[in-house]
T-cell receptor
Framework: GDSVTQMEGPVTLSEEAFLTINCTYTATGYPSLFWYVQYPGEGLQLLLKATKADDKGSNKGFEATYRKETTSFHLEKGSVQVSDSAVYFCALSDRGSQGNLIFGKGTKLSVKP | DAGVIQSPRHEVTEMGQEVTLRCKPISGHDYLFWYRQTMMRGLELLIYFNNNVPIDDSGMPEDRFSAKMPNASFSTLKIQPSEPRDSAVYFC??????????????FGDGTRLSIL
């Protein structure tokens, strides 16, 4: 079945460092891909999405490019801030899934001042 | 605009008691999802509805768990009887079915459930 694999955390970075969180997927169809972020004590929020190959999603300085050839959707940010500390989830939604999302296990990011 | 509203935010109860979690989805959304989040298992989909009809309940762990959606603006997740291993954060999410697979889900802030 469809699945999402994320790099395991936790990831600890200093402020202004470059961030990459790896995400790869397995899907039989042509999925849409998402990154969600969960701040402490809150629910998940959509961070960005891409719906077809080579699309780049971006928001709040974060970017991810839908790479069909490598089945990847890696999350990047050029300069992280303390306020980016959160858990990040990669997810996919396949056309046949009727809106259901398949989530990765999440990667916890801690940014130190 | 109001987001997904869950209640209560926190629930502490003794094992064996009935627990009812509530969710009000975003108006106009026709999909509703219930998730459970724990440190050990991460985020698990329990059940989801489309137009108030349960579509997939394969994630519901046991018969002690049940979910209903009597109308488009309300859903409940019930655990009876509750057990300590049910302690987790339970999230409700909703989405619009238009364009199906590229619509994001909108999450509530969750209910933190502790069974003593």
């Amino acid at each position: 079945g469809d699945s999402v694999t994320q790099m395991e955390g936790p990831v600890t970075l200093s402020e202004e460092a470059f961030l990459t969180i790896n995400c790869t997927y397995t899907a039989t169809g042509y999925p849409s891909l998402f990154w969600y972020v969960q701040y402490p004590g809150e629910g998940l929020q959509l961070l960005l999405k891409a719906t077809k190959a080579d699309d780049k999603g971006s928001n709040k300085g974060f970017e991810a490019t839908y790479r069909k050839e490598t089945t990847s959707f890696h999350l990047e940010k050029g300069s992280v801030q303390v306020s980016d500390s959160a858990v990040y989830f990669c997810a996919l939604s396949d056309r046949g899934s009727q809106g259901n999302l398949i989530f990765g296990k999440g990667t916890k990011l801690s940014v130190k001042p | 605009d109001a987001g997904v509203i869950q209640s209560p935010r926190h629930e502490v109860t003794e094992m064996g008691q009935e627990v009812t979690l509530r969710c009000k989805p975003i108006s106009g959304h026709d999909y509703l999802f219930w998730y459970r989040q724990t440190m050990m298992r991460g985020l698990e989909l329990l059940i989801y509805f489309n137009n108030n009809v349960p579509i997939d309940d394969s994630g519901m762990p046991e018969d002690r768990f049940s979910a209903k959606m009597p109308n488009a603006s309300f859903s409940t997740l019930k655990i009876q009887p509750s057990e300590p291993r049910d302690s987790a954060v339970y999230f409700c999410a909703s989405s619009s079915g238009t364009g199906r697979n590229n619509q994001p889900q909108h999450f509530g802030d969750g209910t933190r459930l502790s069974i003593l």
